[in-house]
Nanobody, 115 residues
Framework: QVQLVESGGGLVQPGGSLRLSCAAS????????MAWYRQAPGKQRELVAA???????GYSDSVKGRFTIFRDNAKNTVWLTMNSLKPEDTALYYC?????????WGQGTQVTVSS
């Protein structure tokens, strides 16, 4: 069973930066699409950024221009660099991997943007 382990969350002031990482415990045999989602208290989980097997990236309008997703296939790792953070970015951030038959989620890492 593949496990996704996220790290890099924390408390940051508005305007600050954080980098999240997500490492898969093993390869699923193919280079699969990966993504970052987030869920704020009382809200539904939402897609933040996604990256294809060919490293084409896409972003939600709320983070476009501030967040960057990138991956290292050899290391089974994906990162999310977050700049110009706002209080509304506060949420639990989850890593996601979409395999051909299964979907995997990390346990989440908390990001809190507050002064």
């Amino acid at each position: 069973q593949v496990q996704l382990v996220e790290s890099g969350g924390g408390l940051v002031q508005p305007g600050g930066s954080l980098r999240l990482s997500c490492a898969a415990s093993e390869s699923i045999g193919i280079v699969a699409p990966m993504a970052w989602y987030r869920q704020a208290p009382g809200k539904q989980r939402e897609l933040v950024a996604a990256i294809s097997s060919g490293s084409t990236a896409g972003y939600s309008d709320s983070v476009k221009g501030r967040f960057t997703i990138f991956r290292d296939n050899a290391k089974n790792t994906v990162w999310l660099t977050m700049n110009s953070l706002k209080p509304e970015d506060t949420a639990l951030y989850y890593c996601n991997l979409k395999g051909p038959t299964d979907e995997y989620w990390g346990q989440g890492t908390q990001v809190t943007v507050s002064s």
